[in-house]
């Protein structure tokens, strides 16, 4: 895979470990907190058959969950190979290996292969990317319909505990950089788009939104 220091390091945090993890909490307690208010924020909107792109879906929990509700199919971009692998794996328990589709690698450097969904979630994934402007313009244009996000508070306890992670990530050597956005700056660009906030949600230091284009 071709890609930035920032993408290749996230491969040393987001590992096998990591997955093993995921895999085990999410089949012992569901969705957690975050996941869920997304998820249930979909639900109440009409999804039935509409398609869905996943940014940095992680072992994908959103879409094996919004596939029992009849989605059409999904897209998951990953930068983590060993996320993917986990995502795979809970497919072919839940039998939608013809529902789902996977590409390896940083979402901005392969937009072209990428066909426009109805939806698009990016779920603790923008605090993941330096250049918030591009990644938010780039992955909008692919959402037809919703545009989900959960993100980290803008405040300024949230933005010193990102700054010690950033100071160990540093001393470890690993490239990859966490970030505190504008909640402000992204709700701009946002509606500069035509979409619009159709719900908001609060899980300790995470919020989660979901956006629908304006008819």
């Given at each position: 895979?071709?890609?930035?220091?920032?993408?290749?390091?996230?491969?040393?945090?987001?590992?096998?470990?990591?997955?093993?993890?995921?895999?085990?909490?999410?089949?012992?307690?569901?969705?957690?907190?975050?996941?869920?208010?997304?998820?249930?924020?979909?639900?109440?909107?009409?999804?039935n058959q509409l398609s869905m792109l996943?940014?940095?879906?992680?072992?994908?929990?959103?879409?094996?969950?919004?596939?029992?509700e009849h989605l059409s199919h999904t897209t998951d971009v990953d930068s983590s190979e060993a996320y993917i692998t986990g995502a795979k794996t809970l497919m072919v328990e839940n039998g939608t290996q013809d529902k789902m589709n996977f590409i390896h690698g940083d979402f901005n450097e392969h937009i072209d292969k990428i066909d426009k969904h109805d939806i698009v979630t990016l779920s603790r994934v923008v605090c993941c990317y330096p250049d918030?402007?591009?990644?938010?313009?780039?992955?909008?244009?692919?959402?037809?319909?919703?545009?989900?996000?959960?993100?980290?508070?803008?405040?300024?306890?949230?933005?010193?505990?990102?700054?010690?992670?950033?100071?160990s990530?540093?001393?470890?050597?690993?490239?990859?950089?966490?970030?505190?956005?504008s909640v402000d700056k992204m709700n701009d660009l946002i509606a500069s788009h035509g979409f619009e906030r159709v719900y908001l949600g609060n899980a300790f230091m995470w919020r989660i939104a979901l956006y629908k284009k304006v008819d």
């Amino acid at each position: 895979m071709s890609c930035s220091s920032h993408c290749c390091g996230a491969e040393k945090i987001f590992d096998e470990k990591g997955v093993r993890k995921a895999l085990k909490k999410y089949s012992k307690k569901g969705p957690d907190n975050f996941s869920q208010q997304l998820i249930d924020a979909l639900k109440k909107e009409d999804i039935n058959q509409l398609s869905m792109l996943d940014i940095g879906g992680g072992i994908g929990i959103l879409q094996h969950e919004l596939l029992k509700e009849h989605l059409s199919h999904t897209t998951d971009v990953d930068s983590s190979e060993a996320y993917i692998t986990g995502a795979k794996t809970l497919m072919v328990e839940n039998g939608t290996q013809d529902k789902m589709n996977f590409i390896h690698g940083d979402f901005n450097e392969h937009i072209d292969k990428i066909d426009k969904h109805d939806i698009v979630t990016l779920s603790r994934v923008v605090c993941c990317y330096p250049d918030i402007d591009k990644l938010i313009n780039n992955s909008i244009n692919k959402a037809n319909k919703y545009y989900g996000l959960v993100y980290p508070a803008d405040n300024i306890i949230i933005k010193m505990g990102i700054g010690l992670m950033n100071l160990s990530l540093y001393l470890r050597k690993n490239p990859f950089r966490t970030f505190v956005h504008s909640v402000d700056k992204m709700n701009d660009l946002i509606a500069s788009h035509g979409f619009e906030r159709v719900y908001l949600g609060n899980a300790f230091m995470w919020r989660i939104a979901l956006y629908k284009k304006v008819d």
